[in-house]
């Protein structure tokens, strides 16, 4: 298995530009979750999706950040329009649904704003 | 509450010496735990875990202790080694969904 896959891993782009970060979750796999980590922050959970449905996007910090997952294969996280104060690594991480399963994160995608 | 502060608790050992990396958590609902590593430039990666209704749990040279009495978790790494160096998180699961909530963080180095 390729475990869970990030793309871009590296993206840099200029405050008020739009941002999209994408993911593919394990095969099979049925909760999808994005993380934010910063130094300041430490790894914050974003949001989370059962079955493509999201459950809890109490951690998006704003209007300014929306996710989808339009199916079981693939999620998006969207910043639009982006500032530096959002420059971190964000994580996704999938597992099976149901408490009591580990997430696998993929490598991540390192966001700087200028 | 969960701990996010600013300063990320460091922990310097020997190789071959033994470790041990502490966590406290904060939800005493909490039944499922994750010890999280991360290396630099990488996702965390899962080390072990441990359910509440266990109190020790041992893998390939690590041993994970779960006190419930004091929400308190304990990574024991045995015969450390330069590959251990990394960033460990310890992850709660409170019992209300599948999420997982992580504390700061300890930074292991371990000298040659």
């Known amino acids: 298995d390729a475990g869970v896959i990030q793309s871009p891993r590296h993206e840099v782009t200029e405050m008020g530009q739009e941002v999209t970060l994408r993911c593919k979750p394990i095969s099979g796999h049925n909760s999808l979750f994005w993380y934010r980590q910063t130094m300041m922050r430490g790894l914050e959970l974003l949001i989370y999706f059962n079955n493509n449905v999201p459950i809890d996007d109490s951690g998006m910090p704003e209007d300014r950040f929306s996710a989808k997952m339009p199916n079981a294969s693939f999620s998006t996280l969207k910043i639009q329009p982006s500032e530096p104060r959002d420059s971190a690594v964000y994580f996704c991480?999938?597992?099976?649904?149901?408490?009591?399963?580990?997430?696998?994160f993929g490598p991540g995608t390192r966001l700087t704003v200028t | 509450g969960e701990s996010v502060g600013l300063h990320l608790p460091t922990l310097s050992v020997q190789e071959g010496d033994n470790s041990i990396i502490n966590c406290a958590y904060s939800?005493?609902?909490?039944?499922?735990f994750i010890w999280y590593k991360q290396e630099s430039g990488k996702g965390p990666q899962f080390i072990i875990d441990?359910?509440?209704?266990?109190d020790k749990r041992q893998g390939q040279r690590v041993t994970v202790l779960l006190n419930k009495t004091v929400k308190h978790l304990s990574l024991q790494i045995a015969a450390t080694q330069p590959g251990d160096s990394a960033v460990y998180f310890c992850?709660?699961?409170?019992?209300?969904?599948?999420?997982?909530?992580f504390g700061t963080g300890t930074s292991l180095t371990v000298i040659p």
């Open positions: 441990i359910r509440s209704n266990m």
């Open positions: 991480a999938s597992s099976l649904a149901g408490v009591g399963y580990e997430q696998y």
């Open positions: 992850a709660e699961n409170r019992g209300t969904g599948n999420q997982f909530y």
């Open positions: 939800n005493s609902a909490s039944d499922y």
